[in-house]
């Protein structure tokens, strides 16, 4: 990845290239398309993925969990999400001694064909079902940004955005993996004093976001302690939160995101783990005023991952040309960090279930080429971007292609990768 250094870890059996983002350290989980059309769980290792239905049924991964055979056989995560903390650590320490350099027992029980496939060319799909869908709005400068051009001359953040993570119910019915085509939405759009008109957005937009995924919370009824949430969360994947800005800006008020939102969101193709991003874990931003009891924090509860945000236009694509990076920024510079946002989603007593997805918000750093969305990279349209091919834009427009890329590495840490979460524009369709 472009602009983000880092070195591998571990050896493998798996040959693994220099500089991959998926050395034996990381083992990210996802699923892929099997036969019949039923997903397989899998693991990714370098260039390859290694299936874990097939591990499985081997009775390799027995122990790791109860009933091992069927959480490993299931189409998605959800059954060892439900299995806790110590089943998923175990689970990870099992296949990063099977797939070590010197351990035979792949190879002795006759799978390396079964298990170990190339990852170029092959369909993977969601890796979980998700549960529920919570997006935060938790960037300082993002919110910050938006409050600058929305009310101008006015205090850009809202009295309640220092106090508590700010966040909506998203849709979970219109998640779509990394690949999936973006059909362009329609919707209620108002200008000036005219009346509403129905009508393609012009507006579209995409949102540079890390989300984590949880196991099962405590009973409902009972709060998550923002000190031990990290014991609920499995871990993160890259998400691109698709917002029509002018059908928002219309419908927002009073209650907030709805269409706008709800008609697309990409998750990345691998959840990595929290133990994998364990070197990351850092310290954020010093919080003024400090939060209350219920959302403070005594540990590191960020993590230092390099992100950015390339597009490339219909004609770039035509003639071969790689996206173009349009924005760089990093996940540690997020306010609210997972550990408070899972902490305030739960301090009502509201259930955190396996499979729950919540995403960060808008990532954007403090400098106009760190910004994670194109209203702030364009300024609301008033600063056109200049793409490789000579186009402009102040939005997206059809054909348009997003890439997002995620990587923790440092000099003498493993390189630990998110992988990409990407997505085209597609034409509206006939009303």
């Known amino acids: 990845m472009s602009g983000i250094a880092g070195r591998t870890a571990a050896a493998s059996w798996v040959p693994v290239p220099a500089g991959s983002d998926f050395p034996l350290a990381n083992l990210p989980f996802g699923a892929v398309a099997g036969p019949g059309g039923r997903a397989h769980l899998c693991v990714a290792l370098g260039e390859h993925a290694v299936d874990l239905h097939v591990l499985a049924r081997t009775g390799l991964l027995d122990g790791v969990c109860a009933d091992a055979g069927a959480v490993f056989a299931a189409p998605s995560l959800n059954p060892l999400l439900a299995c806790g903390r110590p089943a998923w650590r175990a689970a990870r320490e099992r296949l990063t001694e099977l797939l070590s350099a010197g351990d035979e027992r792949i190879r002795e029980a006759g799978v390396v064909d079964a298990a170990l496939f190339p990852r170029a060319g092959r369909q993977f799909v969601l890796p979980l079902d998700v549960r529920d869908y919570v997006d935060f709005y938790s960037s300082l400068e993002h919110a910050t940004n938006l409050g600058k051009m929305f009310r101008p001359g006015g205090e850009p953040l809202m009295p ?9 119910h998203g849709r979970t019915s219109t998640i779509v993996p990394s690949g999936s ?22 507006a579209l937009d995409f949102e540079l976001e890390v989300a984590f995924v949880t196991g099962d919370g405590p009973p409902h009824g009972e709060a998550i302690e923002a000190d031990r949430a990290r014991e609920t969360i499995f871990g993160v994947v890259l998400l691109n939160d698709w917002s029509a800005r002018d059908i928002q800006a219309w419908e927002y008020q009073p209650l907030g995101p709805f269409l706008g939102k709800s008609f697309a969101t990409t998750l990345g193709t691998w959840i990595v783990t929290l133990d994998a991003l364990e070197p990351y874990r850092v310290r954020g931003p010093v919080q003024r005023p400090e939060p209350l009891p219920h959302l403070a924090v005594h540990d590191a ?33 997020l306010y609210w960090s997972m550990a408070q946002q899972l902490a305030h989603a739960a301090s009502n007593g509201g259930r955190v279930s396996a499979g729950d997805l919540y995403g960060s918000g808008t990532i954007s750093g403090a400098t106009p080429d760190s910004y994670g969305s194109m209203i702030e990279l364009t300024w609301r349209g008033a600063r056109p971007l200049t793409l490789p091919d000579g186009s402009a834009r102040a939005f997206l427009e059809d054909g348009d292609e997003v890439v997002m890329r995620g990587v923790a590495a440092a000099e003498g840490k493993p390189r630990i990768g998110l992988g990409t979460c990407a997505g085209t524009v597609l034409p509206a369709r006939p009303a």
Do not use: C
């Open 160 to 168: 309640n955005w220092r106090f508590i993570p700010i966040g909506y």
């Open 301 to 333: 509860e960020h993590y230092d991952v390099a992100l950015e945000v390339s597009l490339r236009s219909q004609a770039m694509a035509r003639a071969g040309t790689e996206p173009h990076v349009v924005a760089r920024t990093n996940f540690r510079e």
């Open 181 to 202: 085509g973006i059909v362009r939405p329609r919707g209620q759009l108002k200008e000036g004093d005219a009346p509403p008109a129905f009508a393609p957005t012009r």
